[in-house]
């Protein structure tokens, strides 16, 4: 329980609170707006209502996968499928799970002489530069 309480926490409880009071007072404003003859506010009048239960569900899981925390992960028991790995020093020892799936051979065709096209062989270089050098934009390309 002490895991809700921390200051990330209480400003999501915080949120979830203020949202929802929020979504449910713009509900009955669209009510009253619907009441008056403005046939457009019925459907606002149901949309709202909708927001704020998908707050309080959003919030609801965020409180049951924290309060379950990485010892439910852990515990859960490992199918026929998983190859379970061991990784670590003796201090610290996490298991890790994988599924095991077969190795596909592909065979390639023998390349074919065909003629080279120019546009393509100079996208291509783009593209090898743009590999290269990650975090360049595509001003930077010096081609």
Same mark, same amino acid.
């Given at each position: 329980? $002490? ?30 707006? !619907? ?51 061991? !990784?670590?020093? =003796? ?6 799970? =994988? ?21 393509? =062989? ?14 360049? $934009? ?6």
């Amino acid at each position: 329980m $002490k895991r809700l309480w921390t200051p990330a926490w209480i400003a999501r409880h915080v949120a979830m609170v203020v949202l929802v009071g929020g979504f449910l007072a713009l509900g009955w404003w669209q009510i009253s707006r !619907a009441a008056s003859g403005n046939t457009l506010s019925w459907a606002y009048a149901v949309e709202w209502p909708i927001f704020a239960a998908f707050v309080v569900f959003v919030w609801w899981r965020e409180v049951r996968h924290t309060l379950r925390g990485p010892a439910a992960a852990a515990a859960e028991p490992a199918t026929a499928d998983d190859a379970v790995v061991t !990784a670590g020093d =003796a201090a610290s020892t996490r298991t890790i799970g =994988a599924v095991r799936r077969p190795v596909r051979v592909v065979r390639v065709p023998a390349a074919v002489d065909e003629p080279v096209d120019a546009d393509l =062989a100079e996208y291509n270089r783009y593209l090898t530069w743009l590999n290269a050098n990650p975090g360049a $934009k595509p001003g930077d390309y010096p081609g």
